[in-house]
């Protein structure tokens, strides 16, 4: 069983960055692929990226890519989502989700989530 806590949001202006964590509890972390998630009041779940478990490559959505920024640092069992240049559209619950060796995509393939943080982008 992993746990995952998501710490970071809050309410910030348009431009302004922003960087969420999430500190997992899983033993074996570095052999976790972690995803990035939000969704928007009224809105489906959207991925916004991923990092592997083995390389730490990570790739993300069109929407966000150049502006936002997945790290991890396995020592301290955390994955990072760095946020800039946001805009309004930004705004949603973000999650962090965990998967044994993979990370896709598709939230549906991911066994674990945090229980979200809330970011607000005001225009």
């Known amino acids: 069983q992993v746990q995952l806590v998501e710490s970071g949001g809050g309410l910030v202006q348009a431009g302004d960055s922003l960087r969420l964590s999430c500190a997992a509890s899983?033993?074996?972390?570095?052999?976790?692929?972690m995803g990035w998630f939000r969704q928007a009041p009224g809105k489906d779940r959207e991925f916004v990226g991923a990092i592997n478990w083995g390389s730490g490559s990570a790739y993300y959505a069109n929407s966000v890519k150049g502006r936002f920024m997945i790290s991890r640092d396995n020592a301290k069992n955390t994955v990072y989502l760095q946020m800039n240049s946001l805009k309004s559209e930004d705004t949603a619950v973000y999650y962090c989700?965990?998967?044994?060796?993979?990370?896709?995509?598709?939230?549906?393939?991911?066994?674990?989530w945090g229980q979200g943080t809330q970011v607000t982008v005001s225009s």
């Open positions: 989700a965990a998967r044994w060796r993979a990370a896709p995509d598709d939230w549906s393939r991911y066994d674990y």
């Open positions: 899983a033993r074996t972390f570095s052999n976790y692929g």
